[in-house]
């Protein structure tokens, strides 16, 4: 993945040189060993999801969706717990005043994006599988309602990162707004509960209900959870260096402004 | 253009004002300037009524429109409250009177507090009006039995919108061109708010079919919205507003 | 099988939204790192 640059002169910074970039990419070992584990394990769930599992009693073929729509979530959850927690650890490493933990913000602002991209996913995948079940693709019930509005308000979160400004202040208002949206889903999700309790129509389709798995198909769903949380870590390894560089690359740049200017007013 | 009152009336050579009275200086202040400008009542009421007319061009059948005014109060409510804190904050960033307040040393959370005890008395005039219309345009009545939920059920949601409101209207403000991200942020927070907003009115009412016992639950979720934004908004707003 | 469509397309969807992510991730990565000093590139 490495190649060397013999030529000095291609990276230059504001006139001062700067040796050229001998790591090209974003990979590591560690980063390779886990892409091979999570292929090797999406392979895996597909043979079962799609080959080795049996059909449902009730659902029929149609349970096999629920192999990609259960982990999809299950990561889209997981990435927002992790972008509330590295929100909360950049205000607290960032309290009174201390510069505020850029690592933090863009495991934030990655997971957050990861979370977002899933539940995307979740509601497409989950809307075809209501089609084959329910009939519908979309249904007012406590749990699709509550999972459009987290959609919506990551995507405010996302918004948000990119309001500009330094990377210090992106981190705080990101982490605010983040901490925030944790405050908010508990209170959609109970309001939306509550809603849909009292209207009994809605529950002629019973979606509250939980579904039976044997042994096989749990097999499968277990299988899903690992291959995706792996490419969760993968795609957040990669992520979060991409964004270092991002920021290192504004960084520079203004720098290199800087610089530019102090050499015009020499000449 | 107003400047903030400094409390020399009060304040004693000793001391800056207490945390209450500073809130208490702020939301006159808000409302001294809307008193002044007439914005709220000249152009923000006329949008709501406006709105509510519209509503009756979209949704054609009478007896719909009867079935669903709650809800579309509640709407006109969260478009206005749109545009109330745009209002409410544009008067800051003009010139620069946010950062100047900071600057001066009053607490972040005093601002918030003010700003939203503005926000609210606006938000209750705004609902009062749309009230009034919903019983006029969509043929609504208050029964005796409904009043104090009806009340209840204003106050609470409006302190809750209130708060969301000036804790997003904080962060968007401060930033030219940045008002489009109000819309986003806003309304899928204060949905909880529309849900349970107006389900009680409706159980106020007695719209649908509702009776008004239904509608306490509801009020308990809008008391505990309120709570949870406006502690959370007053410790968020200042780390949020400080650049 | 007449769900079959909805199945497929279910699996899909969820590949190529990782594929994807895993092109534009890897795609951006050396894209950037060819113009970033390794002294930036903390996993080195």
Known sequence: MTTTNPDPTDALAGGIPVSAPVVLSTGTRGTRVLGIATIVSMAWLVAFGLGFSPADRDQREAVRILYMHVPTIWVAYMAFVVTALSSAMVLYLGRGGRPQPLGWDRLAGASAEAGTAFVAVTLVVGALWGRLTWGVFWQWDARLTTTALLFVTYIGYLAVRRLGGTHQQRAKRSAVIGLIAVLEIPLVHWSVKLWRSLHQEATVLNTAGDIKMDGLMLFSLFIGVIAFTLFYVWLMLHRTRVMAMEDALEDRGLDDALVARRLEGTI | MSSPTTGTSTATTSGSPSFWRMCWLIASKDLRVERRSRVVTNQVLPFAGVTMVIFAFALDKETVLEQVAPGLIWLATMFSLLVLVQRAFGIEADDGALDALRVAGVDARAIFVGKALALSAQLLLLEAVLLVLAIVLYRQTVPAGGVVLLVTTLLTATCGLAAVGTLYGGLAAGIKGRETLLPLLTLPAVAPVLIGATRAVEAALGTVGAVVSDGWPWVGLLVVFAVAFGVGGALAFGPLVDE | ?44
């Not at chain 3, 099988?1 to 890897?26: C, K, N, P, Q, R």
């Open chain 3, 1 to 44: 099988m007449e769900d079959a469509g909805f199945i497929i397309g279910s699996y899909v969807v969820v590949f190529a939204v990782v594929g994807l992510l895993t092109g534009w991730v890897l795609r951006s990565g050396r894209r950037l790192a060819k113009r970033t000093p390794d002294a930036d590139k903390y996993w080195t």
